[in-house]
Structure formats: C-alpha cells, structure tokens
C-alpha cells in the first residue's frame, strides 16, 4: 500500500500560480506512475497529468496543457504539480493518486491509493 498526501492549495487571482505537493509513503517500489485529478462541484473527476514513476514521462489533460507542469523527486518520494496562468475553470479539489498497477495513467480507475484533495480556487 502507498499513502499520499497534498498540500498547497489555495485562493489565486486569474492569470496567478499555484505549486501542488505530494507526498507518497509506504510501498513506494510498487509505484508505477503518480497522478493528479480534480473535480469541481457537479462535474465528473477530471485527469490533470501523471507522471510514470521509473522513467518520468508526462501525461496531460487537453484543458491544462502548456500551463501545469507535474514533476516528482524520487529521492523525497514527492510529486509536484506547477500550476501556471490559474483560470477560473481551473476551480476545483485537486486529488493526488497512487497507481500501483500500471495501465492507463489518464484514467481514475487504475488508481488505487488517494490522498484527502486539496481546494484550488481562482477568482476571476
């Protein structure tokens, strides 16, 4: 089992940026990739990016590209994601996940371990 936690949410204006943390514990040699969600009030869990644990390739949601950017140390067994030029759409509690069993990296299901969300919110 891996455990994650987020910090770093927060209130910004449009145009801001934000930096997501995530912390993973336990059995982090499982790990195959480490994932960022986020869903808004009425609206369905949303892929952000993901980021394969052994070779760092990224992965993106089209509503996001060009602006976040998601990173991890794995010395510090952290995943960051950098967000940038925040819009009020962007609203939402952002979700960092653990998946442990390979797969699709852009879809919820093949995540296993979630942390509590973190509230980003961006005025307009």
């Known amino acids: 089992q891996v455990q994650v936690v987020e910090s770093g949410g927060g209130l910004v204006q449009g145009g801001g940026s934000l930096r997501l943390s995530c912390a993973a514990s336990?059995?982090?040699?499982?790990?195959?990739?480490m994932g960022w969600f986020r869903q808004a009030p009425g609206r369905e869990r949303e892929f952000v990016a993901a980021?394969?644990?052994?070779?760092?390739?990224?992965y993106y949601g089209d509503p996001v590209k060009g602006r976040f950017t998601i990173s991890r140390d794995n010395a510090k067994t952290t995943v960051y994601l950098q967000m940038n030029n925040l819009k009020p759409e962007d609203t939402a509690v952002y979700y960092c996940?653990?998946?442990?069993?390979?797969?699709?990296?852009?879809?919820?299901?093949?995540?296993?371990?979630w942390g509590q969300g973190t509230q980003v919110t961006v005025s307009s």
């Open positions: 980021i394969s644990w052994t070779a760092g390739i990224t």
């Open positions: 336990g059995q982090t040699f499982l790990l195959y990739a």
């Open positions: 996940a653990a998946n442990s069993r390979g797969g699709n990296f852009r879809g919820h299901t093949w995540y296993d371990n």
